[in-house]
């Protein structure tokens, strides 16, 4: 925690970012599976995941001016 006990905005907007990224993963391979009938392996599922919620963390937290 920074010395005068405020969270930097970039953080909270990063943060918000990875929620949004996991849902969005999660969404994304459901309706993949639903729409093309296809099995996505758990290794896939796990990738997109990651690419997803790193990507969108670091868009919200890159959009947040200082």
């Keep these: 925690m920074p010395e005068?006990?405020?969270?930097?905005?970039?953080?909270?907007y990063a943060s918000?970012?990875?929620a949004i990224g996991?849902?969005?993963a999660t969404v994304a391979?459901?309706?993949l599976e639903a729409s093309?009938?296809?099995?996505?392996?758990g290794e896939v599922e796990l990738a997109l995941g990651v690419i997803l919620t790193a990507g969108?963390?670091?868009l919200a937290g890159w959009s947040?001016?200082?």
Excluded: E, H, Y
């Excluded at 005068?4 to 909270?12: E, Q």
């Excluded at 093309?36 to 392996?41: L, R």
């Design 22 to 24: 996991s849902a969005v």
């Design 56 to 58: 969108l963390a670091f």
């Design 36 to 41: 093309t009938q296809i099995d996505v392996p």
């Design 4 to 12: 005068n006990g405020k969270i930097n905005p970039k953080v909270t």
């Design 29 to 31: 391979v459901w309706a």
């Design 16 to 18: 918000g970012g990875a």
């Design 64 to 66: 947040k001016r200082a």
